[in-house]
C-alpha cells in the first residue's frame, strides 16, 4: 500500500494533545500548517484518557481533534493505546502485568506494562481497539492505523510459561523432540512432562541455550499475535485503502523484524542517531536500509528527534542543519514519510527533555525554523519521489534468530557484539558508496550481484543450500568469521563449520577458533585484523590472499578463496574492510552511483534522482558528469560540471538534458 497521500510525503509526529489545554490546538494547528506538517499520530499513549474506569469511553476529545484535523488538510494516524495500560488494568487485574526473569512484578507507572499473554490484557486491549476502530474507521481524516507502539516486552510469569508450553507443543508434537533439539542429556535436563518446561527464569548457572533461542522466538511470536489480534480489529472496520503499520525500534534484538514485516501494510521505525558520533549518518543509512529491505519498497520514519534525546547519559543536540541532512537522508534510501516524536515538547513527565517539532523555545527557536525548513523541502520533493524505489546490487544478509543464538552466554567470547560487526560491514560497504540491501539468508538471492555475510553463526540447512545456489549462479559471496557454525536448533556442526561451506570456501579443517581481547590485532600482512581469528588449514588449489603473521596462527589463512566465495577469518580494521569489500564488488561488476566522491559525500539514487548528502562541516566540490545538466529540486539552480555543498548540505538532482546527446546513465 502506498504511504504518501496525493503526492504528498507524511511529514508530522506523535501529537499528545492531551498534555495541554485544549485553547492550544487551535495554534497547533497554524503552526502545523506553516511548518508544511500533512500528518499527525494521535492517541498512542491515551488509553487512560480514552478509558478512565473498566468500560468507560470519553471520546468527545479525540472526535474534536480528528475534525480539526481533517478541516486543516492534516491525516492522521491513529494509534491504537495498548502499549500503556492505565493503572486501573495492573490493580484490577495483576496477571495483566509482566514478570521479569527474577518472578518479580513489573508494575504500572512507566509504560509497556503489558503481559503479552495475558487473555485479560488481550481482550482489554481488543475491547477499546475495536471501539476506536467502530468510530473512526471511516473519518475522513483517518490516513493509517498504528498499533500499539515499539513492541519491546518481555515476560516470564506463569501464563507465559503457560503459553510458552503452547509454543513448543506446536513447534515439536512430542517431548521426545523437543529434547532432542534442546540437548536435553546435558545437565540432567531431561523434560519428562510438559509442565517441567518454564521460561529461562533466573538460573543457578548457564541457560539451556536452546531453551533460551526458543523462549525468544516464542516471545517475538506472543507479540506478533497482539499486533496480529488488533491489525485485524481495526481492519474489519475501516476502508481496505487505510494501511496498517506498528513501528519498530531500530535493529533491536526482541523482534525477528523479517517476520513481522509480512504481517504489515506498511514497515516503519524510530530511528536515533547521536549526533556526537561520527558515524551517525552511517547508522541512519543502516537503519533506512534495513527498513527499506523489510518493507520491500518504500517505508515510513514514525519517530525521530527534531534535537536532542533524553535516555543517553549526555543528551547532545543536534548542531544546525543536521536534522535536515538525516531527513532526506532516510528520504534519499526510500522513505516516504519522515515524523518525529513528538510535535510540541513536554513540559512534564519521563520525557519533558526530548525534543520536540515545537521545543521549549516555541516557534521562535530553531528547531522549529529548521522543521519548517525540512516541510518546505519535502512537499518539493513528494511529487517527484513518492512511490519510487532505490535499487541495490549488493546484500547483506542479517537473521535474528542467528542473532539470537549468537548473544548468549558460554561462547568462545563475550566482546563479540552481532550487531556491531553488522555495522562495521555496512559502513565499509556506505563508505565505498555501495547502495546495499538486507537480506534473510532464505530470501530469493538472484538478483544481486554480491552478497555479503558479516557473521551468521546459526545457518538453517535451507539457508546453506540458498548460498550454494546463488555462488553456483554465477554470485559472488563474502563470508566473515564464525559463520555456518550451528544449526537450527543451535547444535554445532560436525567439523566446527558445515561441511558444505567449508567445501565452498575451500577450508579443509577449522582447528580451533582464536577470539581476540577488546585490545588485541593480528597481523594479517596486508591488513590488521581485529576482534576474532581462526586457526584453519585450506584444501588444495584454494586461493589465500592474506595469511596471518606472528604468533601461534603463523602462516595460516587469514582470508581465503575458492571461485567466486570469500572467507574472512577476522575482522579487518574499517579501512582495509572498506578496500577488500570494494575490490570484490568492482570484480563482481557493482559500481558507485558516482565516482570521486569527496570524503564524507554520499550518492545515493532513488528512482531518477541523485541525492548528494555532506556529512562534514567544510565547504566541498562534488564533481559531475561533465555532459549533463542536472537541476536540484531543492533550490531550482541548474548545476553542469560540479555542485558545492556547504556545511551538511544536500542537492537532490534530476537529470536533466544532456550536452551530447546521451544521457548521464
Known sequence: MTIAHDGRLLYGGDYNPEQWPEEVWADDVRLMKEAGVTSVTLGVFSWAKLEPTPGAREFGWLDRLMDLMHSHGIGVVLATPTASPPPWLGRLHPETLPRDENGQTVWWGSRQQFAHSSSVYRRHAAAITEDLAIRYGHHPALRMWHINNEYCTFDYGDEAARAFRDWLRAKYGTLDALNEAWGTAFWSQHVGTWADVIPPRRAQYLHNPAQVLDFRRFTSDALLECYTAERDIVRRHSPARVPVTTNFMPFWIGQDAWAWAEREDVVSVDVYPDPRDPLGGQYNAMIADMTRSQARGPWMVMEQAAGPVNWRGVNHPKPRGLNRLWSLQTVARGADSVCYFQWRQSRQGAEKFHSGMVGHAGEEGRAFAEVKQIGAELAELGSQVAGTHSAADVAMLHDWHSWWADCQDGRPSAHVAYEEVVRAWHRALWEAHLATDFAHPEHDLSSY????????????????????????????????????????????????????????????????????????????????????????????????????????????????????????????????????????????????????????VEAVRRGELLFLLHHGQDEVTVALPDDTTYRDLLTGAEHSGAVTLGRFGVAVLAFGTTTRGHSAG
Open 449 to 600: 550481484k554480491l552478497v555479503v555475510v558479516p557473521h551468521l553463526y546459526l545457518l538453517t540447512d535451507a539457508a546453506i543450500e540458498n548460498l550454494l545456489a546463488y555462488v553456483h549462479g554465477g554470485g559472488t559471496l563474502v563470508s566473515g568469521f564464525f559463520t555456518g557454525v550451528a544449526d537450527a536448533d543451535d547444535r554445532v556442526r560436525p567439523g566446527g563449520m558445515d561441511a558444505r561451506l567449508r567445501a565452498l570456501f575451500g577450508i579443509r579443517t577449522v582447528h580451533e577458533w582464536w577470539p581476540l581481547g577488546p585490545d588485541e590485532t593480528v597481523d594479517c600482512g596486508e591488513f590488521t585484523g581485529t576482534l576474532w581469528s581462526e586457526e584453519l588449514t585450506a584444501e588444495p588449489g584454494t586461493e589465500v590472499s592474506a595469511v596471518y603473521c606472528g604468533g601461534d596462527l603463523d602462516g595460516l589463512p587469514a582470508a581465503l578463496r575458492r571461485d567466486r566465495a570469500l572467507y574472512l577469518s577476522t575482522l579487518p580494521e574499517p579501512p582495509a574492510l572498506r578496500s577488500l569489500l570494494a575490490d570484490v564488488a568492482a570484480e563482481a561488476g557493482v559500481r558507485p552511483p558516482l565516482a570521486g566522491l569527496p570524503a564524507g
